[in-house]
């Protein structure tokens, strides 16, 4: 009885090496996780004696993000920090957002502040 090898044919792709069976797999250094860097938290400040101001600090109290309303007006200012500016990479202009209540300053001073701690979060990781 004659044995008749059988072998599958694959297409072979230009450039491309196949491996086949058992064939030695290249040796590469065990992947290390890198351990997660800690959250950047902040938290809302809102003035208490006049309600018109509006300010959202880091762990550190540095401020990242506010928003206020002279008196005199009736709609209210977004402003944005130095900090904020250099974790973007923009250069920082002291240019102020107009909003038109109290609860959409908030609202914007919470979102600027949670990318503001994702992007240094994100930029510590790597």
Same mark, same amino acid.
């Given at each position: 009885? $004659? ?9 072979? $792709? ?25 959250? $950047?938290? @902040? &938290?809302?400040?809102? =003035?208490?004696?006049?309600? +018109? ?15 206020? &309303?002279?008196?005199?007006?009736? @709609?209210? #200012? #977004? @402003? ?12 920082? &202009? ?8 109290? =609860? +959409? ?10 990318? @503001?701690?994702?992007?240094? +979060? ?5």
């Amino acid at each position: 009885m $004659t044995a008749v090898s059988q072998r599958q044919r694959f297409p072979h $792709t230009p450039g491309t090496v196949g491996r086949v069976g058992g064939a030695a797999q290249p040796k590469r250094p065990p992947s290390r996780t890198a351990p997660s860097p800690t959250p $950047t938290r @902040y &938290r809302i400040v809102e =003035d208490d004696d006049s309600g +018109q101001r509006v300010s959202a600090v880091d762990d550190n109290d540095q401020l990242i993000v506010g928003a206020f &309303r002279h008196a005199q007006n009736n @709609y209210w #200012l #977004l @402003y944005i920090t130095p900090l904020v500016a250099a974790a973007a990479g923009v250069p920082f &202009r002291p240019d102020h957002l107009p909003l038109w209540s109290r =609860d +959409q300053a908030r609202r914007w001073v919470d979102l600027v502040a949670h990318l @503001y701690c994702c992007a240094t +979060q994100f930029s510590r990781a790597a």
